[in-house]
């Protein structure tokens, strides 16, 4: 009996080890799918949309990624969920618009607190911003025992007017402020469709750096920390697909480890050389883009 219980102590212990994990990796992919009812935008997308987001869904279950945020999964939503299988969770669709915010997660990590956020201000001088309820989501993804990170999902309002300007930098600026207070001193991620150039004047997606102490991966990793200034004709807008990644493009990711977790983003590319349709044509008006992360307890 006494060997049988200390025994046991022993399985105990060494499965809490197991558990207590120090560090580890893990990958994200931000990627606006298209998937506005085709007889409202065909986006400039080759081929069926249906088919086109099956096959995302194909793929997205052969990377398997470890957390995505999906931007504009609006009419193809049940196509693209029956085809990515790899995911255990997943957020429920908002909707087709004009009811649904077209944002969804598939992740490998459970998440706790999900919450949509409608923007407080919207124009529709270009893109018909107003016409869905975009804004951003929350949700407390649970990376490993004790190890949790606050992941935010973006989809900004689109166009270049002043009016999309002024909407647009107040939608930066709602979700920066809703940051200092849900997530406090948290790890935090943002990727999603920010809809901000660094080179077009008026956008301000350096707003997580100077209010939250965020850094964005592709200016960390790929431009040495240098942000472009406006209309810096040395930084092109990327085509789909990216030529190379030295453009810029609209989609982005920060990232802020914690006092008790360092985050450290180790990869940043942007992915529409394996998000392609089977005949090498782009799948979507956007470049997905993806980056893998480094953990350990601080
Ligand atoms: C996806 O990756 C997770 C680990 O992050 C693994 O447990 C799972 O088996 C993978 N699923 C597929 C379908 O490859």
């Known amino acids: 009996m006494r060997s049988l219980s200390s025994g046991l102590a022993l399985l105990l212990?060494?499965?809490?080890?197991?558990?207590?994990?120090?560090?580890?990796?893990?990958?994200i992919l931000s990627f606006n799918v298209?998937?506005?009812?085709?007889?409202l935008n065909s986006n400039g997308v080759p081929g069926n949309k249906r088919d086109n987001t099956a096959r995302i869904g194909q793929l997205l279950t052969q990377y398997n990624t470890s957390l995505i945020h999906l931007q504009e999964d609006f009419a193809y939503h049940d196509t693209l969920y029956e085809n990515a299988q790899a995911h255990p969770y997943r957020t429920e669709t908002s909707g087709n618009v004009p009811f649904g915010d077209g944002m969804n997660t598939l992740s490998n990590f459970a998440?706790?607190?999900?919450e949509r956020v409608k923007w407080n201000r919207c124009s529709s001088i270009t893109a018909a911003d107003c016409f869905a309820p975009k804004g951003f989501t929350y949700m407390r993804v649970k990376v490993a025992e004790g190890v949790s990170i606050?992941?935010?999902n973006i989809h900004a309002d689109a166009g270049a007017t002043l009016l999309d300007k002024r909407a647009r930098e107040d939608n930066l600026r709602q979700l920066s402020n809703f940051i200092k207070t849900r997530s406090g001193t948290n790890a935090v991620?943002?990727?999603?469709?920010?809809?901000s150039y660094y080179t077009r004047s008026g956008d301000v997606p350096q707003i997580f750096r100077t209010d939250n102490g965020m850094k964005d991966v592709w200016i960390e990793l790929i431009r040495n920390g240098a942000e472009p200034a406006d209309n810096d004709a040395s930084v092109p807008n990327c085509g789909v697909p990216a030529a190379n990644l030295n453009c810029e493009i609209l989609d982005k990711v920060f990232y802020r480890g914690s006092p008790t977790l360092a985050l450290q983003a180790i990869s940043f590319k942007y992915a529409s050389d394996v998000y392609k349709q089977e005949s090498g044509e782009i799948i979507s008006d956007h470049n997905p883009v993806y980056v893998e992360f480094a953990w350990s307890r601080a």
């Open 150 to 152: 606050d992941a935010y």
């Open 13 to 27: 212990l060494s499965t809490s080890q197991a558990v207590a994990q120090n560090s580890g990796t893990f990958d």
């Open 34 to 39: 298209a998937g506005l009812p085709a007889i």
């Open 111 to 114: 998440f706790e607190g999900f």
């Open 189 to 195: 991620l943002i990727f999603g469709d920010l809809n």
